[in-house]
Each structure stands twice: as C-alpha cells, then as structure tokens.
C-alpha cells in the first residue's frame, strides 16, 4: 500500500528535503505547507499520515496540529520529525501526543529509513490503537524549566523570581540537572556553559529561534 502523506514544516528547505526524500520511498507526498491554516485547508480524509515539525513558529505547533487532524480525520497516523529530545524542551506545557503519535528526532536520521519505518509504523498503530511511548530525558519538568531559564541566560537569583522559589531551590534544581547529564561538577569546569552546551545538544538548532520569539 503507498501512503499517501502531508509534511507541515515552517522551513522551506526542511519540508522540500523530507518530500523529495519520501518521494524517492515511494510514498505518495500528497501537499507540503508551511503553516497551521495551510495544513488545515488540506483534505485531511485524503491523507493517511500527517508529518509534522513540533515548532511551527508562532501560534500553534505541531501537537495542536495533530489533535486538529485528528478531530477531521481519526484513522491519520501521525509522525513528530523534531530536533527536541524530549516534548517537554520545546514548552513546558505541551500538550500530550495524539495516541498512537510516533516522535522522531531529526538528529536520529542517519537513515531515510528511520523516518520511513516510522510513517509505516504511524500508520499501523494508529489502525490498532497501539500505545507509543514518547521520549523522555531524565530530566524533571521542573529541571527542564530551570534549565530553560538559565539558557536564557538568566542568573539564579532571577530564575528564583520568574519560578517563585528560593535562591537554593534553583541552586539544586541546576545541580541535580547537572548529575542526571553527567556534567563534571569539579570547580575547574564552568558547569553553566556545559548545561547550556548540554540543553542546544537535546534541543537541536531551532531552539536558538525558539528562545527569542
């Protein structure tokens, strides 16, 4: 069976890329856009997998997208192609995947196969309502929310206030986040360069454009 598919991705060149390169699989690249609306305007019922970028720019991203594609169209698999790790680098408060959602890390694809084993298995699970179990750092979500303050750049005493905690909170948030990364807590290391260092590695390079909307 060739499946046919939609790729939602704000980047013209990532969106061109991944079409050609599932057009070359044999897969049927029935529309690619760039936004929400774009997407949205698309005959959802003639798609059976939708591949989309978690970060689609402002408004909107890619997990409000799959639960809008899924509201038109509940059989449509659906595929997360990322640079976030983890769902929970990209916002604090993101919503769950759709079920049966299928996450892919774009730093993972040394393989066009990757994604292409994915958008079947999307396709599959969807069909037999099987559970995917979403990446998970081992982070906290509130080590992960610290660690996004300080990649903005903020000291401790300002992550303090913007959290609504103390000094020594945070002081331990960035500590326990430190030893779960396996990050060198000796003196002769700046361990908040290689916390920052560590959260673009998990990020991918969007995050650069994320953390200055």
Request: proline residues 5%; neutral net charge; contains cysteine.
């Amino acid at each position: 069976m060739t499946l046919r598919c939609l790729v939602v991705d704000n980047d013209a060149f990532s969106r061109t890329t991944v079409a050609a390169a599932l057009n070359g699989q044999h897969f049927d690249v029935v529309a690619t856009v760039g936004t929400v609306p774009e997407a949205m305007a698309v005959d959802a019922t003639s798609i059976d997998v939708a591949v989309l970028d978690l970060d689609l720019g402002g408004g909107p991203n890619g997990v409000d997208l799959a639960h809008a594609l899924r509201r038109v169209s509940p059989n449509i698999g659906i595929v997360l192609l990322t640079t976030f790790s983890d769902p929970r680098l990209f916002a604090a408060s993101i919503k769950e995947l759709p079920a049966s959602s299928t996450y892919v890390v774009k730093q993972s694809l040394v393989d066009i196969r990757i994604l292409t084993t994915a958008i079947e298995a999307s396709y599959q699970n969807i069909q037999s309502e099987t559970a995917v179990e979403l990446p998970r750092i081992p982070l906290s979500d509130t080590q992960i929310e610290t660690l996004r303050l300080v990649a903005y750049g903020l000291s401790n005493s300002e992550i303090a206030r913007v959290r609504v905690v103390s000094q020594k909170t945070v002081e331990t948030s960035i500590k326990r986040a430190a030893k779960a990364l396996n990050i060198d807590p000796s003196p002769s290391a700046n361990q908040r360069v290689a916390l920052v260092r560590a959260f673009f590695a998990l990020t991918g390079p969007t995050l650069h454009t994320h953390l200055h909307r």
